[in-house]
């Protein structure tokens, strides 16, 4: 191999390195809407030119993970209502009809006390303040409802790689006053699943995919203000 070729490969690694992390921070809030970047200081962070920096800070950029100001820098993006919005809503409508149809089918009447476990752990991981545990867990507690009509594919249409959505998800996970309310409503939608009963269902996934929209609202107006274009509180 060329030391020009093992050159450009270092740098495509470091770029991914370097994509990966600045990814993950921003999606769990460790960097926060509006703060700045530097792409000196992110070089010396990572014992590079910057040259691999400016190639994964133009990846983050077109996911919408950030905001370039021409002559000042690159910015964290704020998060976009509309397009949080626009995810919630069509996660609803098609994570609601699976649970509907696969209800109808008996998909899950043999996995009842597997969902109760996810439950009682993600409760378990909230007690214990480990949010990034209790987020997964969430992910596993929803997916489980798709793997076992095998729907999983459902999963490309409920915001997995939506950097606003996700980060919505992730502060009504770490500003929940009342994080019981949380796992209540994953309670809710366990037990009419168990009953059987498809309008309790109907109602308690709507409560609970709308229930981002109550931390939001009544978290401090630092954080609130995370949320590009959201002048008022939204009404439930």
């Given at each position: 191999m060329?030391?020009?070729?093992?050159?450009?490969?270092?740098?495509l690694n470091?770029t991914?390195t370097i994509?990966?992390q600045l990814?993950q921070?921003?999606?769990?809030?460790r960097?926060?809407?509006?703060?700045?970047?530097s792409e000196m200081?992110?070089?010396?962070?990572y014992?590079?030119?910057r040259?691999?920096?400016r190639?994964?800070l133009?990846?983050l950029?077109?996911?919408?993970?950030?905001d370039?100001k021409?002559?000042i820098?690159?910015?964290?993006?704020?998060?976009?209502?509309?397009?949080?919005e626009?995810v919630?809503?069509?996660?609803?409508?098609?994570?609601?009809?699976?649970?509907?149809?696969?209800?109808r089918?008996?998909a899950?009447?043999?996995?009842i006390d597997?969902?109760q476990?996810l439950?009682?752990?993600q409760?378990?991981?909230y007690k214990?303040?480990e949010?990034?545990l209790?987020h997964?867990?969430d992910d596993?507690?929803?997916l489980l409802?798709?793997k076992?009509p095998?729907k999983?594919?459902?999963?490309?249409?409920?915001g997995?790689?939506?950097?606003?959505?996700q980060r919505a998800?992730?502060?009504?996970l770490?500003y929940?006053?009342?994080p019981?309310?949380l796992?209540?409503?994953?309670?809710?939608?366990?037990d009419a699943?168990?009953?059987?009963?498809?309008?309790a269902?109907s109602?308690?996934i709507h409560?609970?995919?709308?229930?981002?929209?109550?931390?939001i609202?009544?978290?401090p107006?630092?954080i609130r203000?995370?949320v590009?274009?959201l002048e008022?509180?939204?009404?439930?």
């Open positions: 060329s030391y020009t070729a093992s050159v450009s490969n270092s740098n470091l991914q994509y990966t990814r921070d921003i999606y769990s809030i960097l926060v809407p509006g703060e700045k970047l200081k992110l070089a010396s962070q014992g590079c030119s040259v691999p920096v190639d994964a133009h990846r950029r077109l996911e919408g993970c950030i370039s021409p002559q820098g690159s910015f964290i993006s704020y998060i976009d209502y509309e397009s949080l626009q919630r809503y069509v996660r609803e409508c098609v994570e609601k009809q699976v649970m509907l149809d696969a209800l089918e008996n899950y009447e043999d996995s597997e969902l476990s439950l009682d752990q409760w378990d991981a214990k303040k949010l990034l209790a997964q867990l596993l507690f929803h409802f798709l076992l095998h999983e594919f459902v999963r490309n249409y409920m997995a790689n939506n950097v606003h959505y998800r992730f502060l009504s770490k929940d006053p009342s019981e309310m796992v209540g409503q994953h309670q809710a939608i366990l699943v168990a009953a059987k009963d498809e309008a269902l109602r308690a409560v609970h995919l709308n229930n981002l929209y109550r931390v609202n009544s978290a107006e630092e203000n995370y590009r274009h008022k509180p939204v009404r439930l």
